[in-house]
């Protein structure tokens, strides 16, 4: 309610006046009950006018709402993918938003005077800021300092303009409708808005137009709430400013929506060393395809996931020793690797009858299935007849029975998010056991244990709590430095005399005991197990990374996988 203006009542009260009034006035709760003050007669377009007005402002609450929510998910995203740590990024996003909004709220109070110009001015900026935070984030990360000072302005900004909104529209609301009314219809609407964002982010936008382009999406829409004010409301007295302010900032987005492809490959250039041959945004990731003479490389999430320069090594490490080893090899089920690398070295054993590979993401394994860089690696083994495809998540599937495997082989990304680390827990390792045949071995991928030998010893440990025995072995892989793999099985196993088989490009009789060797400056660290209540791998994980790595050095880290 505007405090620029009062008139005294009849009992001599002081009563504001509202600004940038409706013509009509809506009856009063005491005036719904028949104590009618009376006034001029209104008529029949008054009241379809008056009722059209609320009606656009209460539309006006459902979009910025939608919006309102969209940018705190986009900006925590952008955070969580740049960081890895999506916990504490989206703890931190939250409590600083909801502190912003907090003190937007309050600053509307300053507000006395043009309530509905302010409004329209708000989302306009709102529009501009939020839409483009994606894109600013993105460009501060790839080529300035300062990326968190950038990330916490924003935030607060984008959070402060979003607070002033509501208490803009349920003043301006206030023509139209008693205070209860108004606040239940403001804030109903509030809540449907951020629910309907909340779903649709992570199970259409985010797959359908990725980051960037639903960050602007929202924009184009907080300004076309602007924009339809300005027209609807066209009668009022408003910043003659106004207009043109609609028009280029509702260009601006356009024009970057339809260059986001521009925008991110330009920021993407800056982060990736070689050339890029190809992006892709799944459901679940962002792939970046690499190439440097005929090095390839794929990268999830910024990630480096293998170089075809060495990748051979890593995962001759992951399979040999377990296929090797075992008496039979009729069933495989290979648990991640959707590249197909690991699937490639398995089926080099003539005798393995059955793989079945579970991966979450179709649109990843479709790629490497595909793809004539990655089919040349592969050796076309995504498209074998021995090899069954599941595209789901690894823990829910393990669940069902689906019988035994003489070899589990868990190929998974490292366990530097709260979603990857269930699948280094102790109920995970629990399912894969009960799908293990009693001569079978288990095999894990199990992070650096160079640079985060914390997160190493505890997938150890978390194996040995499954009731496994557990023998921990390393390779030099150059693309990542020292990598570690746990071998687990029902009872003791000669891996350290096991001689491999089939052919390969690294193991050779010489080598294959130095996997089985550590260093005396790495022994054995006493360390938690990994749980779903409590995932220890996670935290000793990223301790270990912040130890070697800083600032944007850590997120250049030589992992092989995040």
């Known amino acids: 309610m505007s405090k620029d203006k009062h008139t005294k009542s ?48 209460l539309l006006s609450v459902f979009v910025v709402a939608s919006c309102g ?20 990024q989206f703890s931190l996003t939250i409590g600083v938003y909801l502190f912003a909004m907090g003190l937007g709220s309050f600053l509307s109070r300053q507000v006395t005077k043009n309530l509905l110009s302010t409004f329209i001015t708000v989302e306009l900026v709102v529009g501009l800021v939020g839409g483009f935070a994606n894109t600013i984030l993105f460009l501060v990360y790839g080529f300035m300092t300062g990326y968190e000072v950038v990330f916490y302005t924003l935030l607060i900004f984008v959070g402060t303009m979003i607070g002033l909104e509501i208490p803009l529209l349920l003043r301006l609301l206030n023509q139209y409708g008693s205070l209860r009314i108004n606040v239940a219809n403001v804030l109903g609407l509030d809540y449907v808005g951020a629910l309907l964002v909340a779903v649709a982010f992570p199970l259409v936008l985010l797959p359908a137009l990725g980051l960037m382009r639903t960050s602007l999406l929202f924009g184009i829409l907080n300004v076309a709430v602007a924009g339809g004010n300005l027209i609807f409301f066209r009668r009022r007295k408003l910043s003659k400013a106004l207009p043109m302010g609609v028009i280029v900032s509702l260009l601006a987005l356009i024009i970057a929506f339809g260059y986001t492809n521009t925008l991110v490959r330009l920021g993407e250039a800056e982060q990736y060393d070689d050339e890029i041959i190809l992006t892709r945004q799944t459901k679940y990731q962002r792939i970046v395809l690499t190439r440097w003479n005929k090095e390839i490389r794929l990268f ?70 595909t793809n004539k860089h990655i089919r040349k690696l592969n050796k076309d083994s995504l498209s074998s007849k021995r090899v069954k495809l599941v595209y789901r998540d690894a823990w829910s599937w393990l669940h069902e029975d689906h019988g035994r495997f003489n070899a589990v082989l868990v190929d998974m990304p490292d366990p530097s998010s709260e979603k990857v680390a269930k699948l280094y827990s102790l109920g995970f390792y629990r399912l894969c056991r009960r799908h293990l045949a009693a001569d079978g071995a288990l095999v894990v991928q199990s992070t650096s244990p160079y640079f985060a030998p914390g997160a190493f010893w505890c997938i150890h440990e978390t194996l040995k709590a499954a009731k496994l025995y557990v023998t921990p072995i390393h390779v030099h892989v150059p693309t990542f430095g020292m990598w570690g793999f746990n071998l687990a099985s029902f009872k003791p196993m ?26 005396k400056d790495q022994p054995p660290l006493e360390v938690d197990i990994s749980t779903l209540d409590n995932p220890r791998a996670l935290y000793y994980y990223h301790r270990g990374y912040r ?14 996988r995040r």
Not at 23 to 49: F, M, S, Y
């Open 10 to 57: 009849s009992d001599g009260t002081t009563v504001p006046d509202q600004t940038e009034s409706s013509p009509i006035q809506t009856k009063g709760e005491d005036q719904a009950e028949g104590k009618g003050t009376g006034g001029p007669e209104v008529t029949e377009a008054d009241e379809l006018r008056h009722t059209s007005e609320g009606a656009v402002l």
């Open 69 to 88: 929510i969209a940018y705190e998910l986009v900006i925590g995203a952008t955070g969580a993918y740049i960081s890895g740590d999506g916990v504490t």
């Open 300 to 369: 999830l999430d910024r990630n480096i996931q293998f170089s075809s320069r060495d990748e051979h090594r890593y995962h001759e490490a992951l399979v040999h020793p377990a296929l090797s080893t075992i008496p039979n090899r009729d069933r495989i089920l290979i648990l991640g690797g959707g590249d197909g690398l690991a699937l490639r070295e398995v089926l080099k054993y003539r005798d393995v009858k059955e793989v079945v590979l579970v991966d979450l993401d179709r649109e990843m394994v479709d790629l490497c299935r």
């Open 494 to 519: 000669p891996w350290r005399h096991t001689k491999v088989k089939v052919k390969t490009r690294y193991l050779c009789p010489e080598l294959y005991p130095s996997l089985f060797r550590w260093p």
């Open 547 to 560: 130890t070697h790595y800083r600032a944007r050095t850590f997120d250049a880290a030589p992992r092989r």
